[in-house]
């Protein structure tokens, strides 16, 4: 949900433009445009937390969510299937307001798994060959480590480790 604000943020928010927040998460590998960004703000992939004069601002935690959401782009998964992601996310994490931002998630392209604890050793199945209405299978963690890859939050950028 955006918040239309009568006064742009307070400096040292962490408010970023759409050309910045492209550039952030451009990497050697990966071109990102502002265009491309608006397109998932606009499509409700990420929406924008703020909202000034029609131009949308990204909070570090948008940022955070759209650089997983890249993530997942880049091992498979179409806008659409990020976007079922999002909503299987938020169903199963209710408390959380950016659900990309704060998980470990595993996927081989067509299943998604996340950890629902960072100290459990156990992954919910999401979405999948297993996944049945209103139940999420467990499933070990090294298990899943051995085919899918691993996409993360960790310190300062988005990490993604494939699967020995």
Same mark, same amino acid.
Request: aromatic share 10%.
């Given at each position: ?26 990497? @050697? *590998? =990966? ?11 606009? !499509?409700?992939?990420?929406? $924008? /937390?703020? #909202? ?43 408390? @959380? *307001? =950016? ?11 067509? !299943?998604?798994?996340?950890? $629902? /604890?960072? #100290? ?45």
């Amino acid at each position: 949900m955006s918040i239309i604000l009568d006064e742009s943020p307070r400096l040292g928010e962490g408010i970023y433009t759409l050309p910045q927040a492209a550039r952030l998460l451009t990497r @050697r *590998e =990966r071109h990102l445009t502002a265009q491309k960004v608006r397109y998932w703000l606009s !499509s409700g992939l990420v929406p $924008a /937390t703020y #909202q000034i004069d029609n131009n949308a601002l990204l909070t570090f935690h948008d940022l955070i969510s759209l650089e997983v959401v890249a993530r997942f782009v880049e091992t498979g998964w179409s806008v659409q299937g990020v976007r079922k992601v999002e909503e299987v996310l938020r169903e199963e994490f209710k408390d @959380r *307001e =950016r659900p990309f931002a704060y998980g470990i998630f595993y996927t081989d392209g067509k !299943s998604l798994w996340a950890k $629902a /604890t960072h #100290q459990d050793n156990q992954v919910l199945e999401l979405i999948g060959k297993k996944v049945r209405r209103g139940s999420n299978p467990t499933a070990w963690a090294d298990a899943v480590q051995t085919f899918a890859d691993e996409i993360r939050f960790k310190d300062r950028i988005a990490s993604r480790q494939r699967g020995t």
